[in-house]
């Protein structure tokens, strides 16, 4: 339904209002929740999406999920993935003294049986909790940035849910029609593989609007390695432990060039660095779809009565990238 411009006109300047009122106190007022569900003992870029996070304002953050990735993967192989995620969280977060400190749950530490009950783990017990609350007019995002083992547990037990959050994913291979000039892969993305039957789920069995942000526009977040380390050098504890994330993942693949990809950071841009006025991600780009099916390999089934679903085709890495590395600079001042 279209605002009527008389609507419009007041609500904007309502917002208007409120935002100077905020303003005029030094304070940024949160406008969304987010649940952070990512992979932080695997692939570091959840770190840096974390501590972004963590130091972005306008959002509220009712807790953290530390989930799993592959059986015996190069980055955990141990049988305690979600517990290590997160001790890597607390770590970051000691970093960070005076920042907000959100209560940290283990997910599951290896993904369910596919066709198995739901399990009502403690994870997927408070993302319920969380999206029935009815205390907040606040919109809930579930930002993700691996698998979505936790989210699917919880859809299934409580699939009226499915109205009342968003999902931000990290994950999914390319879409053909909308590659680019970027040449088409065959290979099944790893944040689809850690738990396929949960993405099957999501996409296929509930109603949850999901924000994709796919294989091929992930990859767009490049930093090298020299920005890294003159952006987060003089930034104290944080930094240091940032960069040493990195070098860890360096010293066991050496073959890795002279960049990295910060591939979770589109869950900041997504959600804390809307808009001000008609809050949304307007400086990057989607297409608007039916959600497709995902079939036994991860790939996309059109299903032109899905629901809509909107497909990230690209990121402000400009806006994401200096929001970042400024937040962090004012963190260690």
Request: include cysteine; hydrophobic fraction near 40%.
């Amino acid at each position: 339904m279209r605002t009527l411009p008389s609507r419009r006109s007041a609500l904007a300047g309502s917002l208007a209002a409120l935002l100077l009122a905020g303003t005029a106190r030094g304070e940024t007022r949160p406008r969304q929740r987010v649940i952070l569900d990512n992979d932080f003992s695997g692939d570091p870029d959840g770190l840096f999406q974390l501590a972004h996070h963590l130091l972005s304002p306008s959002v509220e953050i009712p807790f953290i999920v530390g989930s799993h990735i592959h059986v015996h993967d190069f980055l955990d192989g141990s049988t305690t993935q979600a517990d290590n995620a997160v001790e890597r969280v607390q770590a970051l977060m000691a970093t960070l003294p005076g920042t907000r400190r959100p209560d940290v749950i283990a997910g599951r530490n290896s993904a369910p049986e596919p066709g198995t009950a739901p399990e009502a783990t403690p994870a997927a017990r408070r993302i319920v909790a969380e999206a029935m609350r009815d205390d907040t007019k606040l919109p809930l995002f579930y930002c993700a940035g691996a698998g979505l083992t936790e989210l699917a547990q919880a859809l299934r037990l409580e699939p009226r849910i499915s109205d009342r959050l968003t999902l931000a994913w990290i994950g999914g291979m390319e879409y053909r029609d909308l590659l680019s000039g970027v040449p088409e892969r065959h290979d099944r993305e790893y944040n689809l593989t850690i738990d396929l039957a949960a993405a099957q789920t999501v996409f296929n069995d509930a109603r949850v609007p999901i924000w994709q942000v796919p294989r091929n526009v992930y990859r767009q977040m490049i930093v090298s390695d020299a920005e890294l380390k003159t952006r987060l050098k003089p930034t104290g504890a944080l930094g240091d432990f940032l960069l040493a994330q990195v070098s860890r993942v360096k010293s066991l693949l050496p073959t890795l060039g002279e960049t990295y990809i910060l591939g979770d950071s589109p869950l900041v841009t997504l959600t804390a660095l809307q808009t001000p006025f008609e809050p949304d991600s307007a400086s990057s780009a989607y297409v608007e779809r039916p959600t497709p099916r995902l079939d036994a390999d991860g790939r996309y089934q059109n299903n032109p009565s899905g629901r809509p679903m909107r497909v990230y085709t690209t990121i402000d890495t400009r806006l994401t990238f200096d929001d970042m590395f400024a937040k962090f600079a004012a963190a260690s001042a």
